[in-house]
């Protein structure tokens, strides 16, 4: 496993965020956006119970390298 091509996955519930780290340039657009959720210098840096399912979607959909994504979680 390559630590520089992670992909991780964090939840809500209701949304899940995926983070691929070989494509993050760093921008810091997440952690502008949506402080409450992103947490660079904290483990797990994405925590995103923290917010509205609204705003992670927002925040995800201002990545510029495409390294945040995120799908809807199906209801049981």
Sequence with gaps: MNPNNL???YTNGEVTIVWQ???CVHSANC???NPDVFRP???PWI???QSTTEKIISTVNKCPS???TFYMNSKS
């Design 31 to 33: 952690v502008k956006n």
């Design 21 to 23: 780290s070989g494509k």
């Design 41 to 43: 210098k904290e483990k």
């Design 66 to 68: 495409g390294a945040l």
């Design 7 to 9: 992909t991780k996955e």
């Design 47 to 49: 925590t995103p119970e």
